[in-house]
């Protein structure tokens, strides 16, 4: 009897682990450029004598769902969606390189810009820093351009721009902070084919309403693994008074 419970038991952590993704994917589904976290189940089969109809559940894989969100106007100067396939750079907390399709920046106490997350915009040189203005624009290669503080309207100043990759998605993994990395040595390559969409942002690409269904089926999962825990009590506890009885 133990072998049917450790079986129920395995199905039972898995399901677990496919709604926490699921949970976090749909608390996520208003976030600025949110990648989906997506989670495969395997049959493992026992080898040897006696064993072979033996069959524990595993993840087989974790991976991330590449799609692309909903792209949405804004008007707001600082917003940005990259138009198409790629991502911007932005500084991770250990101070590496990462990527990211959140768009909706800003300017910090110090000058720099930042994303939503307070992730730092990397430019031509590291972090964007920028200097006192009366007017910003971002144009659709990345380029920021600035009117400084005190100068005539006109006079329009191409700062920096900002840091945009396209690398091969088989290549890349997401971490824990929500951040996307390259695997290997090294940055990415900048990719200058790449445009971004000024004064819109791109949604977050989990699907609520697919979430929600998943939730439930999930639950329900669950619900049947613990079932057949409880059944495989039952027969032993009946199978033991038997024995008393004999």
Same mark, same amino acid.
């Given at each position: 009897?133990?072998?049917? #419970?450790?079986?129920?038991?395995? +199905?039972?952590?898995? *399901? $677990?682990?496919? @709604?926490?993704? /699921?949970?976090?994917?749909?608390? /996520?589904? &208003?976030?600025?450029?949110?990648?989906?976290?997506?989670?495969?189940?395997?049959?493992?089969?026992?080898?040897?004598?006696?064993?072979?109809?033996?069959?524990?559940?595993?993840?087989? &894989? =974790?991976?991330?769902?590449?799609?692309?969100? #909903?792209?949405?106007? *804004?008007?707001?100067? %600082?917003?940005?969606?990259? /138009?198409?396939?790629?991502?911007?750079?932005? =500084?991770?907390?250990?101070?590496?390189?990462? !990527? *990211?399709?959140?768009?909706? !920046?800003?300017?910090?106490?110090?000058? =720099? !810009?930042?994303? +939503?997350?307070?992730?730092? #915009?990397?430019?031509?040189?590291?972090?964007?820093?920028?200097?006192?203005?009366? @007017?910003?624009?971002?144009?659709?290669?990345?380029?920021? &351009?600035?009117?400084? %503080?005190?100068?005539?309207?006109?006079?329009?100043?191409?700062?920096?721009?900002?840091?945009?990759?396209?690398?091969?998605?088989?290549?890349?993994?997401? +971490?824990?902070? +929500?951040?996307?990395?390259? =695997?290997?040595?090294?940055?990415?390559?900048?990719?200058? &084919?790449?445009?971004?969409?000024?004064?819109?942002?791109?949604?977050?690409?989990? /699907?609520?309403?697919?979430? $929600?269904?998943? $939730?439930?089926?999930?639950?329900?999962?669950?619900?049947?693994?613990?079932?057949?825990?409880? *059944?495989?009590?039952?027969?032993?506890?009946?199978?033991?008074?038997? $024995?008393?009885?004999?």
């Amino acid at each position: 009897m133990d072998h049917f #419970v450790y079986i129920a038991a395995s +199905g039972a952590r898995e *399901t $677990m682990l496919a @709604q926490a993704a /699921n949970s976090h994917n749909l608390s /996520n589904a &208003s976030t600025t450029g949110f990648r989906a976290d997506l989670v495969a189940a395997r049959s493992a089969y026992l080898s040897g004598a006696g064993h072979e109809s033996r069959a524990y559940a595993g993840i087989r &894989s =974790q991976g991330v769902d590449f799609r692309e969100g #909903v792209i949405t106007a *804004t008007g707001r100067d %600082l917003d940005v969606a990259i /138009n198409g396939e790629g991502w911007m750079a932005v =500084q991770a907390p250990d101070g590496s390189e990462a !990527l *990211t399709r959140r768009g909706d !920046l800003r300017i910090d106490s110090f000058g =720099q !810009l930042t994303n +939503g997350a307070g992730q730092s #915009v990397l430019g031509k040189a590291g972090p964007i820093a920028l200097p006192p203005y009366s @007017q910003l624009g971002i144009g659709a290669d990345g380029t920021i &351009s600035i009117v400084p %503080l005190g100068e005539d309207p006109n006079t329009l100043v191409e700062f920096d721009r900002i840091r945009v990759v396209n690398p091969d998605p088989s290549l890349l993994t997401k +971490g824990e902070d +929500g951040l996307v990395r390259l =695997q290997g040595e090294g940055p990415a390559v900048e990719d200058a &084919s790449i445009r971004l969409i000024p004064g819109s942002l791109e949604s977050s690409n989990v /699907n609520a309403v697919e979430s $929600m269904v998943r $939730m439930i089926e999930l639950a329900r999962q669950f619900e049947s693994h613990v079932k057949m825990i409880k *059944t495989a009590e039952e027969l032993d506890s009946s199978s033991a008074a038997l $024995m008393r009885i004999s």
